[in-house]
T-cell receptor, first 111, second 113 residues
């Protein structure tokens, strides 16, 4: 079963613009992680935010977490063609050691 | 350092056969997890091994099994293959567990015909 739902399912923007993806989840979490997947390949870990954190930055990435709304967002600034990929949020719940992935957002950057 | 290595990259099997997939984690990583990815169900957790012991298991039938060796390498086995088992199987490793994030391999694409 999937814990997270991502919105939008697909997003196309011009190179240089900012891209924002949202993730909602259902139960209390220990942390939330974002991953990127290039077509048909493995996932790459981007950033992790703990339940007691509200915002984190890593290079051109900014992640926010609102535990009261059970939602997170990933912002990619100054997008590049190489950012074209699917992006997944994944939640780690208390008491277990498995990540539950969302449905993903397919991001296309138009050169 | 070398990443997570999965072999083979592609596999075609016939219904009813069995298959074994292999995963070599990053050196020093003791936790190995397996995921199945399909267009319909997305990424689904299969199981996690830590120091040769299965620590977590997802909701898959008993046809799906795995093991981990003393060098942390892991294998997963699917017996009596069904068409619905066609998927990308991803292995991920971490130092102690998923708490700090995974490093994924490139996956094994299994097609059942």
């Amino acid at each position: 079963s999937q814990q997270g739902e991502e919105d939008p399912q697909a997003l196309s923007i011009q190179e240089g613009e900012n891209a924002t993806m949202n993730c909602s989840y259902k139960t209390s979490i220990n942390n939330l992680q974002w991953y990127r997947q290039n077509s048909g390949r493995g996932l790459v870990h981007l950033i992790l935010i703990r339940s007691n954190e509200r915002e984190k930055h890593s290079g051109r990435l900014r992640v926010t977490l609102d535990t009261s709304k059970k939602s997170s967002s990933l912002l990619i600034t100054a997008s590049r063609a190489a950012d074209t990929a699917s992006y997944f949020c994944a939640t780690l719940n208390f008491g277990n050691e498995k990540l539950t992935f969302g449905t993903g957002t397919r991001l296309t950057i138009i050169p | 350092k070398a990443g997570v290595t999965q072999t083979p990259r592609y596999l075609i099997k016939t219904r009813g056969q069995q298959v074994t997939l292999s995963c070599s984690p990053i050196s020093g990583h003791r936790s190995v997890s397996w995921y199945q990815q399909t267009p319909g169900q997305g990424l689904q957790f299969l199981f996690e091994y830590f120091s040769e012991t299965q620590r977590n298991k997802g909701n898959f039938p008993g046809r799906f099994s795995g093991r981990q060796f003393s060098n942390s390498r892991s294998e997963m086995n699917v017996s009596t293959l069904e068409l619905g088992d066609s998927a990308l199987y991803l292995c991920a490793s971490s130092l102690e567990g998923v708490r700090y994030g995974y490093t994924f391999g490139s996956g094994t694409r299994l097609t059942v015909v």
